[in-house]
């Protein structure tokens, strides 16, 4: 049979990127105690295709997923692109994962635990024989009481959710729980999934005790983000819904360390 | 040519409902004052196919939908729906418009204006002869503050966004701007656009002094649709995207009156 | 503390469903084969709430969630529905989990094998001390090629992939695989995750041997449900992203059956 | 009362960006032959705040915006941008813009009109007294028929809708109906919202006359926006929605010219 994508292409361009999208499969992620958790992942795969060729090989990408190890984390990512460079004859490769992440987490007074989830997205580039390079994305939902609102109310202040979305480039170590304790810390108080009665009053007390605006929760999560050993770039985006308004609030600082 | 879809169906089953789906155009909408505001609609249009004919004719819809006068109304929907069905030969024919309805409100001390967004959808049906049914739904964002957290906490109480749905089936008049009322006096305040500091100082403590559960919420709207003179079915449901946890509360009235 | 919740209601109205919902978490699925599969859900639960009751306890939802089993199937759920009843003191309770479901399918020719997702959800409701009834929704992607563009083109006919979503109310035994088998059956082909050059070959010329309008594929899959012993009840929405239109077609058929 | 958000801030880091987002209004929108056409936008609006101030205010964006002409156009969008400086007192701000525009098209062969429309983004930004800088984003949805199951296949081809989505800065002059007019012309065939059947017979023949991969409608448009005599840079990435799949195909060119 004709191997089409292999014939001349007509308009002889590079292309930066070319593969699969929305692929949706159960993977593995390291826990961060040592132990893998379940999860469920969707899977982008690219790669560089030169001037010459008029096109990639997509079952290819398949192939070589289907045959990977199926663990999000840096190392078996390295791995798989170093395979989908081979397959695919390609000098660039990319890949990226989004996926939810699961923390079984203690509620503040009762001890009692609650599993909550964060949005999360790991992209690995490889180009040539320079080392892979790595992008952490994680979302963490926390909650902001209002300084404004407080200040100049003689009862309560607007309180809501916020969501916390990081972007990190790193040498090495820092992973998702170190990213969801970074942002956990900056707003009022962190969001919890099974709350007691007594919980609900240590949480909003503590909350009310510690307002912030979005831009405090952005400066808290940045200066943090700045102090951590092997953070090379981060971007920080913390969107407020607020609650006395239908539109959000958000603040963002972008950096480059190292 | 032959036309494909004049011949007879392999499986002859009455199909209940067929045509096309996501139409996105510009459109008329009642403002409520005797004007019209600009919006825009994604639109569906269906018709009851008989189990003799294998297809309809899809291009007659967009023909029709072009010839329309563009009004998101009952009168003009009931024309748009007699024109489908003579136009398609069919007893029976929907339409359902989804669509964003705006209202300049003032803020509540300063008076200062600010526009605010309502999802909306209207959904009409005409089968034979008979009168049209209209089915009216608007989404309505409140502020809550939890009962609860304030009666147990030494200080504060979280508050978040909260969306009440409502969807009704009426005799004639009810239309988007009471719906907006009904739900706005059912949380612990309404949302608004535009809010100086006096602003929020009104509505934080406004709020606070009308704390409101999920279920209050609920309840307060279900008892405003009820006692409307022209509304023979409703359902409510209310969501508070409880800024304590990373899931939402819900609850949810449905009630046949007449 | 004050138990808030436990007061009397200003408004006395009995509400349907009050609860929680989009809490995410990993759960077990049987796979259809006497073992499970590993997936992620978001999950709702909801009880009916008395009219004297002000409100109902959310925290219990989430604390009888986290003592269930974890996995979707009839027999576990009717078991989380129970324990539902009893821990919030509700006649009648409900939940739903919206997930994946994969299969690994082999290709039609060159039999390789991929991964393939579907979007599913299970809805169990429990009333008083009658059987549980229970919903399974389950949307399957297919490939559609146009019998009108086939008929008058001097060459090719436009194809597109449309989604086959199925729901079902049954007695006992219907699961997921069968209700994909059945759409699948019903298009001009099924879709897959590897296809090799054979494999191309072989769905390009099986689809274009089996033209079929949205129309076909809701009248072939609907036949198929109506046969089959255990099913009581079906709705069937096929959905059709047309290549040559940036709208989607429907059609839709709904049956009561015994 | 006191004005929390000029205090100082406790961690002295500048914010790049701080603001509103998914506000949701009615505006108006060049239509490239002298007119306006109605739309509604999603606006998002931000200003750099310095290390020193605690907050920006939040409803002076609003109140901006409320006395805006309210035109998504780059000049109109300027002035936007400047009195956003002067009253937030701010180095740099920036504004962006997410709106559908509409086409009215002509059926190729029976020349009857349609309305189609294209999801827009236009962002501007301004900092300090350099000119404004512009980014204009637009999605177009394409034909595409398959070159290689074309070549294999003893009939027929799969074919399917691909989104070509462009973004680009430019000098000047290159608007939204130029990009709607570069994708169009690099995929299979454009996509209409009435087809009558000569003109099905046509797009079909048409698009089974040039077969295109995901690989050729980028390299296409790329090869239109590297000739265009504004455009400074772009950014193209075309998704096709494989009918033969239930996952998407992709590939993506970034230049930057002068």
Not at 28 to 56: C, H, I, N, Y
Not at 68 to 77: A, K, L, P, T
Not at 174 to 190: D, F, K, R, T
Request: proline letters at 5%; hydrophobic letters at 40%; one cysteine or more.
């Amino acid at each position: 049979m004709e191997d089409v994508q292999s014939g001349p292409a007509q308009v002889p361009l590079t292309i930066d990127n070319v593969g699969v999208r929305h692929l949706r499969m159960p993977l593995l992620v390291p826990d961060g105690a040592g132990g893998r958790q379940q999860t469920v992942a969707s899977v982008e795969m690219g790669v560089e295709l030169p001037s010459s060729l008029k096109g990639t090989h997509m079952s290819r990408f398949v192939e070589v997923l289907e045959q990977w190890d199926g663990e999000i984390s840096c190392g078996s990512v390295a791995r798989l692109l170093e395979t989908l460079r081979a397959r695919l004859g390609a000098r660039r490769a990319s890949a990226d994962f989004r996926f939810p992440y699961f923390v079984r987490k203690a509620a503040p007074s009762s001890g009692m635990n609650g599993i909550i989830s964060y949005d999360c997205r790991l992209t690995g580039e490889q180009d040539g024989d320079s080392a892979p390079r790595f992008l952490l994305e994680v979302d963490v939902p926390v909650m902001t009481v209002c300084p404004c609102s407080k200040a100049i109310s003689d009862e309560g202040a607007h309180s809501q959710r916020a969501l916390v979305r990081m972007a990190v480039r790193m040498d090495g170590l820092p992973w998702i729980g170190e990213l969801i304790e970074i942002a956990e810390q900056s707003g009022s108080s962190p969001v919890h999934t099974l709350l007691k009665r007594e919980d609900e009053k240590y949480v909003t007390e503590h909350a009310f005790a510690c307002p912030t605006f979005v831009e405090d929760v952005v400066r808290n999560a940045a200066f943090r983000l700045e102090k951590h050993a092997h953070i090379r770039w981060f971007k920080v985006d913390v969107e407020s819904q607020e609650s006395i308004h239908n539109h959000d609030a958000f603040a963002c600082i972008e950096r480059t360390l190292r």
